[in-house]
């Protein structure tokens, strides 16, 4: 019986196998069958030869058609299989032990004798593992391809896929010869998903070098996306100047940067490109223009601006979503993709603020476009060519059309040449900037809507005077911006400026008269007419003493006594009326004094006498108990009251003198008070001479009288 259950049956001419249906296959054996039994899928088979009268024990593997071992033997009487092995035992009581060798022992005859398919079909009968199949079938390819069948070899290293390394294969079928193998053999490769990228470099070089297109198609347009590696089929047909095969898979996998950089670097066609980012959500469309706005802006301006207004603002769809100012991308992002074009990027800077009032960068935006309209050599392509072309390309002929623009006519028939062209551009930066300036510093706010710092380094760095001028006066650096005027020599504007910022009525800053002065009186030059246009307004705000603006201007020697003969005229006379006003306020304070000091010794030494006959409060008949006090006033005891120390008529008169006084003491003592009335008075010695003349600084305590202590023989006060 076989393993399957059949019933086998050996007849001379042949061995049956019957099944329970009825007969199976039967087997041409000659010779008569002595013993028949089944081991291990074996078919075991003892033939008696008549012709010669020996046996041979013939061992069959019948499911590849040979016979696995053959040997001849004497007589059996019994064969047996138990143990793993074949018992055959003698007529002669010997046995004889035959055991099964190892799959390795086999598959080593096998080979040895170029029995390959019958090597793979023992060790798939085997159930052997899947690597010990594909080292049989290796070696079969091998054996093959050493045959020089690289068909069929080719098959069976495409049966050794999962289990054999590819570059084993590929490096056999480099060979130009062989590219057909190789192409079928990375196809199978790819389908089975364990490509890599250089195996998907090598499937598309092989279809490039056979200039098959169709199965490019197929492979670059096939519906599983995870066949190959997208960069490297991107990077493979583009090498190859198969650049629609290229876009295609960059569209498809959503690889937007490879498919612009075709469109831009490769095809030059940038109206497709720009459709394409205008196809894309925001977000990648931002990053993309980020990328290859350099190229785009150099040959599409006006459109990329178009692009980056759209993304900026909330133009398009984002304004239906309702995209907060905040949530979009900043104009400042962008920047850097117009690096050799400021042109176009103050173009674009001006379109977003007038659009966008309250954006986040405003600060950034403004100092870019001040830097913009204030530099001196700004590239205008509009110089180098004779104009746009109609796509709105600007600066791609620079070079090859400067020679040919040499000069302009205006609408008024008026030729400018190119200087005068780019003179005329640079005032009318200059006029934006000086609107941006004042603009963005709006009267309400302490700080600017810009970088203060860098726009006075700019002003500086191009010599805008205007534009520093009115920073420095917004910031109320009023001697900077009279030093401006200095440096310029410009003496009207000079003394204009004083006129505006010198008034401390308005706020200003009367010391500028004075640096004025010492200006003209250290110019070297002759200038009458503006010192005495200076010394007017000097003299009317007395913001000099005559003596230091004589000082000031001798300084000067082109300049002559009759310069300031009037003025030192009109304050000589000033300065008489004021003296005598003071001679007689003094006598006047004199009289009074001695008038003073004659009565307090008059009350000393002599007796008064009290005619007074009627009440001062109450004015009726003075009697008896009266009161008199020492300013000849009398009242009633009772009119009086409970206050007969002072006199109710001089009291009120008395107290205000002493409250006078005692403010007087207090406001000696706040040292803040007194130094901020000598800053802001016009004559600071005459607060000082006040408060000595008061009596408020003169006083010192007995303290810091005791403490200076006489150091040389003038402390006697003789001299």
């Not at 007969?644 to 006084?661: D, F, G, I």
Request: net charge negative.
């Amino acid at each position: 019986m076989s393993d399957r259950l059949e019933l086998i049956i050996g007849r001379p001419e042949a061995v049956y196998f019957y099944e329970v249906d009825g007969r199976g296959p039967c087997w041409a054996f000659e010779g008569e069958k002595k013993f028949l039994g089944w081991f291990r899928g074996y078919l075991l088979c003892v033939i008696a030869d008549q012709r010669t009268g020996k046996n041979t024990f013939n061992i069959y593997d019948l499911k590849n058609r040979l016979i696995a071992h053959s040997i001849a033997v004497q007589e059996v009487s019994h064969m047996l299989c138990e143990w793993g092995t074949i018992v055959l035992i003698m007529a002669d009581k010997s046995a004889l032990f035959i055991v099964e060798k190892d799959m390795e022992s086999k598959l080593d005859l096998l080979f040895k004798k170029n029995l390959y398919t019958v090597a793979i079909n023992l060790v798939q009968s085997q159930q052997a593992d899947a690597v010990a199949t594909a080292e049989v079938l290796r070696k079969y390819g091998d054996h093959l391809y050493s045959k020089q069948d690289y068909d069929e070899a080719m098959a069976q290293y495409i049966l050794t896929i999962g289990h054999l390394e590819p570059s084993y294969v590929i490096q056999k079928f480099l060979d130009a010869q062989r590219i057909y193998n190789l192409t079928n053999y990375l196809e199978k490769l790819h389908e089975k998903g364990l490509a890599s990228k250089d195996h998907t470099t090598l499937l598309l070089n092989c279809y490039t070098k056979l200039k098959d297109v169709d199965k490019l198609d197929l492979f670059i347009k096939s519906e599983d996306e995870h066949k190959f590696d997208v960069e490297t089929a991107i990077r493979v047909c583009r090498a190859a100047n198969y650049h629609e095969h290229a876009m295609y898979v960059a569209k498809k996998s959503g690889k937007h940067e490879w498919y612009l950089k075709i469109l831009l670097e490769d095809l030059d066609r940038y109206d497709e490109a720009l459709q394409y980012i205008n196809s894309l959500d925001p977000s990648q469309a931002g990053l993309t223009v980020e990328e290859y706005g350099k190229i785009l802006v150099e040959h599409k301006p006006k459109e990329t601006i178009q692009i980056l207004m759209r993304l900026c603002t909330e133009e398009g769809e984002s304004a239906k979503g309702g995209t907060f100012i905040t949530m979009l991308p900043s104009p400042v992002d962008f920047l850097n993709i117009f690096v050799h074009h400021p042109q176009s990027l103050m173009e674009f800077l001006e379109k977003y603020t007038n659009k966008v009032k309250d954006s986040p960068a405003q600060v950034e935006i403004h100092n870019t476009l001040m830097e913009l309209y204030l530099s001196h050599d700004l590239d205008f392509p509009s110089l180098s060519q004779t104009g746009s072309n109609e796509n709105g390309d600007l600066g791609t002929n620079r070079g090859s059309n400067a020679a040919a623009t040499t000069s302009r006519t205006e609408s008024n028939g008026n030729v400018l040449s190119d200087d005068a062209i780019e003179e005329k551009y640079r005032k009318e930066r200059r006029r934006k900037g000086l609107i941006l300036l004042k603009n963005a510093w709006p009267a309400e706010q302490e700080q600017p809507l810009y970088d203060v710092d860098l726009a006075i380094i700019l002003c500086e760095m191009n010599s805008f005077k205007e534009g520093l001028l009115y920073l420095y006066e917004k910031m109320k650096l009023y001697k900077e911006v009279i030093a401006c005027y200095m440096q310029a020599h410009d003496h009207e504007g000079l003394i204009a400026c004083c006129k505006r910022l010198g008034d401390s009525g308005k706020g200003g800053d009367p010391s500028l008269w004075a640096d004025l002065l010492k200006y003209f009186g250290e110019l070297g030059e002759d200038c009458s007419k503006e010192v005495k246009e200076v010394l007017t307004y000097i003299e009317r705000d007395d913001m000099l003493p005559p003596i230091i603006v004589l000082q000031t201007l001798s300084r000067n020697p082109c300049l002559t006594l009759s310069v300031i003969k009037d003025y030192i005229a009109r304050k000589l006379e000033k300065e008489s009326k004021l003296i005598d006003e003071d001679r007689i306020a003094i006598e006047k304070y004199q009289e009074e004094t001695s008038a003073m000091r004659k009565e307090i010794q008059d009350l000393r030494t002599n007796a008064r006498i009290f005619q007074l006959s009627k009440c001062t409060a109450c004015t009726f008949t003075l009697d008896l108990p009266a009161v008199h006090f020492m300013c000849m006033h009398s009242f009633h005891q009772r009119c009086l009251g409970d206050n007969e120390k002072e006199c109710p008529e001089c009291a009120p008169e008395y107290r205000s003198v002493l409250e006078t006084k005692r403010n007087l003491e207090q406001n000696s003592k706040n040292q803040d008070y007194f130094f901020q009335q000598v800053r802001s008075s016009k004559n600071g010695f005459s607060v000082i001479a006040e408060y000595f003349g008061k009596g408020i600084i003169s006083k010192t305590n007995k303290g810091s009288s005791e403490a200076i202590k006489p150091t040389n023989d003038y402390s006697n006060g003789s001299f």
